[in-house]
């Protein structure tokens, strides 16, 4: 779905920087969810939240990645001291509810090179 | 937790032949199986999907088909043109309870179409 919205879209990063990853829901969305994808390997789960609260985060690394989405304003992926293997696409998705029928559409993607 | 095996890796056919893709899944509560496809640099685009109540689906060029039993699904694409050409992930979930969010993808098929 065009609507969710991902910024930037490219970022470049050294090793032990700070990546800040952002992500605009579809209007009326209260629901957002972050996949990343390592090269050449599928996408995997890292975090569920809603509005101020984080509902799911057990695909989340345990250290350095941390993730919100508040009040007002997009959810951030924040992810500390950048490492190698943290180069890969960040995808964000969004829907009104996670209940069933509500499928999962993602947005266009943020491509994190950390060198 | 849910483990999701693909095959084959890659796949090369010519224009106008079908393509079939087969994943396995080990969770039997899966109840929900979407087929995304990704053109380089892009966001996987949902193609498709099934729920566990039906064992077929067809959308014109695209079929999916579902076997609970042996927990196996698969993408069908005839008739295939050039811009079939990308990769396609399948995926699973349990929506029971609304967390259909929380996709366990596979490791991705590279389908190229030659014309």
């Known amino acids: 779905n065009a609507g969710v919205m991902q910024n930037p879209r490219h970022l470049v990063r050294r090793r032990g920087q700070e990546a800040r990853l952002r992500c605009s829901p579809v209007?009326?969305?209260?629901?957002v969810y972050w996949y990343r994808q390592l090269p050449e390997e599928g996408l995997k789960f890292m975090v569920y939240?809603?509005?101020?609260?984080?509902?799911?985060e057990s695909g989340m690394p345990k250290e350095r990645f941390s993730a919100e989405f508040p009040k007002e304003g997009p959810s951030i992926l924040r992810i500390q001291q950048v490492v190698r293997g943290d180069s890969a696409a960040y995808f964000c998705?969004?829907?009104?509810?996670?209940?069933?029928?509500?499928?999962?559409?993602f947005g266009e993607g943020s491509w994190l090179t950390v060198v | 937790g849910e483990n999701v095996e693909q095959h084959p890796s890659t796949l090369s056919v010519q224009e106008g032949d079908s393509a079939v893709i087969k994943c396995t899944y080990s969770d039997s509560a899966s109840n929900y199986f979407p087929w995304y496809k990704q053109e380089l640099g892009k966001r996987p685009q949902l193609i498709i999907d099934?729920?566990?109540?039906?064992g077929e689906k067809k959308d014109q060029r695209i079929a999916v088909t579902l076997n609970k039993t042996a927990k196996h699904f698969s993408l069908h694409i005839t008739e295939t043109q050039p811009e079939d050409s990308a990769v396609y992930f399948c995926a699973a979930s349990n929506e029971s309870g609304g967390s259909n969010y929380k996709l366990t993808f596979g490791k991705g098929t590279l389908l190229t179409v030659n014309p």
């Open positions: 998705a969004s829907s009104p509810a996670p209940t069933s029928g509500n499928t999962i559409y």
């Open positions: 939240l809603q509005k101020e609260n984080i509902i799911d």
């Open positions: 099934i729920r566990s109540n039906v």
């Open positions: 209007k009326g969305h209260s629901h």
